[in-house]
């Protein structure tokens, strides 16, 4: 993840557009929840090329005829949202939010980082990156 901001010219705080810790607690946020699990959606769409409907995956397969969707029961493949660990904030054009996220793959829990930008007055969200945590 990026740094944390330096505090700007003699020690008036941080510096503006800069990464912010967010006070504790905030990672149970409904809203900060949302955006972490709309992270882990998107990863999941990106990293499949599946769309998850109902409960249920359909992948879209090219056929000559045609484009038919097929059922396609890979569950455990895919990452399911366990929690928000950690985040942080960085104001940009809207904010960009640093996720650490507790994740379930195949039954095993792990940690990514994703990072997501939003710009609510817009109702836009989109997923910038999502990789293991280090």
Known sequence: MAE???DGPRGSGPLVGGIQDVPAGRENDLGAIE????AVAEHNTKA??????GGRLFAL???DAGISLVINEM???LLEFER????RLQVVAGCMHYFTI???????KKLYEA????KAWENFKQLQEFKPAA
């Open 4 to 6: 944390a901001a330096h």
């Open 35 to 38: 955006l972490a699990r709309f």
């Open 48 to 53: 499949h090329g599946r769309i998850q409907q």
């Open 61 to 63: 397969q090219n056929f």
């Open 75 to 77: 569950q455990n493949a």
């Open 84 to 87: 928000l660990v950690k985040m």
């Open 102 to 108: 507790e994740v379930s793959e195949g039954g095993a």
């Open 115 to 118: 990072k997501v930008w939003e």
